[in-house]
């Protein structure tokens, strides 16, 4: 069955770069693209960025300068690396599937990331 | 981008009541939106998915419509497992969700 899971650590440090890794399973990411998005405690969703089935990226405007999201089809994983962390990244942030450039279907539960100062 | 303006915030209703949530989109989005719901502690799970098209397993008191920039979400007939936020999302250019609506029993 479609699975994705989010991975990384759950504190950093105001000023550094954020790494987490979203392992897929029941698909391949040759035919999905991965979607990242995150929420704020107690607020909305926002979408941050998408690695495409062919490899190619998308990055929401307010983030394109600090964000960047790769893959390794061969281990059914995307990472995200977003740097210059401030308290205001503080958030769960979610993987979740899509096909071609359609809404998204099936999502990872999530990993909540602090950023302390 | 493209901006989601959802309304309202936040919704109080009875059970068995109807209601009604809107989102306008900054320019015309040729009805590709989706709407999905979130409880507490649990990632979104999408209901709808291009304007009113229901995904497998939502229940048919889940309504969607609209054209252009204005679209519209419905629940008839609320019931005690709809009490949830609800979130619009446009696709038609990359992705961009509305603000949300918190649906609480009243």
């Known amino acids: 069955q479609v699975q994705l899971k989010e991975s990384g650590p759950v504190l950093v440090q105001a000023s550094e770069t954020l790494s987490l890794t979203c392992t897929v399973s029941g698909f391949s990411l040759t035919n999905y693209g991965v979607i990242w998005v995150r929420q704020p405690p107690g607020k909305g969703l926002e979408w941050m960025g998408i690695?495409?089935?062919?490899?190619?990226?998308d990055y929401n405007s307010a983030l394109k300068s600090r964000l960047s999201i790769n893959r390794d089809t061969s281990k059914s994983q995307v990472f995200l690396k977003m740097n210059s962390l401030q308290t205001d990244d503080t958030a769960i942030y979610y993987c979740?599937?899509?096909?071609?450039?359609?809404?998204?279907?099936?999502w990872g539960q999530g990993v909540m990331v602090t950023v302390s100062s | 981008d493209i901006q989601m303006t959802q309304s309202p915030p936040s919704l109080s209703a009875s059970l068995g009541d109807k209601v009604t949530i809107t989102c306008q989109a900054s320019?015309?989005?040729?009805?590709?939106i989706a709407w999905y719901q979130q409880k507490p502690g649990k990632a979104p799970r999408q209901l709808i998915r291009?304007?009113?098209t229901l995904v497998s397993g939502t229940p048919s008191r889940f309504s969607g419509s609209g054209s252009g920039r204005d679209y519209s979400f419905s629940i008839s007939n609320v019931e005690s497992e709809d009490i949830a936020s609800y979130y619009c999302l446009q696709y038609d250019n990359l992705w961009t969700f509305g603000g949300g609506t918190k649906l609480e029993l009243k």
């Open positions: 690695i495409w089935r062919n490899g190619n990226t």
């Open positions: 291009y304007t009113s």
């Open positions: 979740t599937r899509v096909h071609y450039s359609s809404s998204p279907d099936y």
């Open positions: 320019q015309n989005i040729n009805k590709y």
